[in-house]
């Protein structure tokens, strides 16, 4: 057996990287055949060959995993799977915001008096602010651009919070933010200011919605694998998709400090509305590159492999009391 030939290299196994990838393919294959085993024939002496096995390539993998760094796979290639895992939660959470917004605009352009009575005393500063320079001090920027990030780490926990409620709370929260940058925007447009507010927004904006988009996702799977568990148990949808959301929420909470530093010192700073649309589209397509990108699901076997999945797979293949004794 295959899984056997690897698991007896011993030492030698960490110099292949190849052979570890291939172990971790037979460890989740095996894994599952395990959890099938275990509710087709129990007390098959197959299932207790399968056990051993499993805890002999887990135990195996987990000391390779604790000597790789796991921030940096994180980083570069963890967070941007998870956040691409629901590309459907993903988009509905898109649209709650777009669609509201570019509704909200038009009616702002159309209705401007009764408008106003939705967009907040700072957003109103903006709409009537004919430059986008803000004339800040170094020092007034930093304070700005600390203010900015703690405020919208703030909006996605409360996003990711509000999801859990059957994603309803983090589609409402979505729904309102479009309605009111949307009367902003057609505001601004509507007394003449709408290029000025596009080069103060355009820097940070794009990237910043995208944050605030995977923040209601992260939200809404939660409350998703309440509504509709599918084959697992309430209670292991729950487990499963929390690991992925809080993934994806510690990781846009990262990139967002890196917004608001963009959005306090430079969308402050006046740069003009061309340099600005270019940081805009570098920055928010550079995160959507990523998500494409490096966010490409394992495959094994030509299967894709859903990290949320699998979860209650391998946890219910986890060694017994009785193996480990």
């Known amino acids: 057996m295959e899984l056997d030939a690897l698991l007896g290299r011993g030492s030698k196994l960490r110099k292949d990287p190849d052979a570890i990838r291939r172990l971790s393919e ?18 098959d002496p197959l299932v207790a060959s399968l056990e051993r096995r499993v805890v ?3 135990q195996r993998l987990a000391g390779f995993d604790r000597a790789r760094p796991r921030i940096i796979h994180f980083l570069t290639t963890g967070y941007w799977q998870r956040v691409r895992e629901r590309p459907r939660i993903l988009l509905v959470a898109f649209l709650f915001l777009m669609v509201p917004w570019m509704l909200a605009s038009i009616w702002a352009t159309h209705e401007p008096a009764k408008a106003a009575g939705l967009v907040p005393g700072g957003a109103q500063s903006v709409t009537s602010r004919d430059r986008a320079d803000f004339g800040l001090s170094a ?7 600390a203010a900015i990030f703690t405020n919208n780490i703030r909006v ?3 996003a990711f919070a509000l999801g859990i409620a059957a ?6 929260l979505l729904g309102y933010q479009g309605v009111v940058l949307g009367a902003t925007f057609g505001l601004a447009i509507h007394v003449g200011n709408g290029e000025p507010l596009f080069e103060f927004v355009f820097p940070h904006g794009i990237l910043e919605l995208s944050c605030i988009i995977v923040a209601g996702a992260a939200g809404m799977r939660m409350g998703w694998a309440i509504v509709a568990p599918g084959y697992r148990t309430r209670a292991e949808a729950m487990r499963a998709e929390a690991a992925g959301a809080i993934e994806m929420i510690a990781g846009t ?4 400090v890196g917004c608001g530093i963009v959005e306090g010192s430079l969308s402050t700073s006046g740069i003009g509305l061309i340099p600005a649309i270019a940081v805009g589209v570098f920055l928010g397509g550079g995160f959507w590159s990523l998500v494409f990108f490096r966010g490409r699901p394992d495959v094994v076997d030509d299967h894709v492999v859903d990290r949320a999945e699998i979860a209650p797979v391998l946890r219910r293949s986890e060694p017994s009391a009785s193996l480990l004794a």
């Open 253 to 256: 909470a990262l990139v967002l």
């Open 26 to 43: 037979l460890y989740r294959a095996t894994a599952a055949d395990l959890a099938i085993a275990r509710r087709g024939m129990p007390g």
């Open 167 to 172: 994603g309803v709370g983090a589609l409402a």
């Open 156 to 158: 996605t926990f409360l």
């Open 139 to 145: 020092d007034e920027k930093a304070e700005t651009s």
């Open 56 to 58: 002999a390539a887990r």
